[in-house]
Nanobody, 124 residues
Framework: QVQLAESGGGLVQSGGSLRLSCAAS????????MGWFRQAPGKEREFVAL????????EYADSVKGRFTISRDNAKNAVFLQMDSLKSADTAAYYC?????????????????WGQGTQVTVSS
């Protein structure tokens, strides 16, 4: 089992940047595919980015491709989301998630563990 805690959210102007962090407990962090999802008010939770166990494979939602970068540090049990060129449409609660699914997947159903979320608000 793993516990996840996000940090780094806040209020930023359009065009600005934020770096989200997710700290994981447990000694098997490197065995999880890690993902970031987000949920805006009145909308369903949506996939943002994922990174494979070794960090060698990454996937992004089309809406954030070229602006967001996911990374991980297995030695520190942490995953990060660097968000640049932020837009008002990026305003949402952002969630870190861990998956034991055999292959990396953008489906939230394949993620076993979730953090509590951190709010990102982009003002126009």
């Amino acid at each position: 089992q793993v516990q996840l805690a996000e940090s780094g959210g806040g209020l930023v102007q359009s065009g600005g940047s934020l770096r989200l962090s997710c700290a994981a407990s447990g000694r098997t962090f490197s065995s999880y595919t890690m993902g970031w999802f987000r949920q805006a008010p009145g909308k369903e939770r949506e996939f943002v980015a994922l990174i494979s166990r070794s960090g060698g494979s990454r996937e992004y939602a089309d809406s954030v491709k070229g602006r967001f970068t996911i990374s991980r540090d297995n030695a520190k049990n942490a995953v990060f989301l660097q968000m640049d060129s932020l837009k008002s449409a990026d305003t949402a609660a952002y969630y870190c998630a861990a998956s034991t699914w055999p292959l990396p997947s953008s489906s939230s159903a394949t993620y076993n563990y979730w953090g509590q979320g951190t709010q990102v608000t982009v003002s126009s």
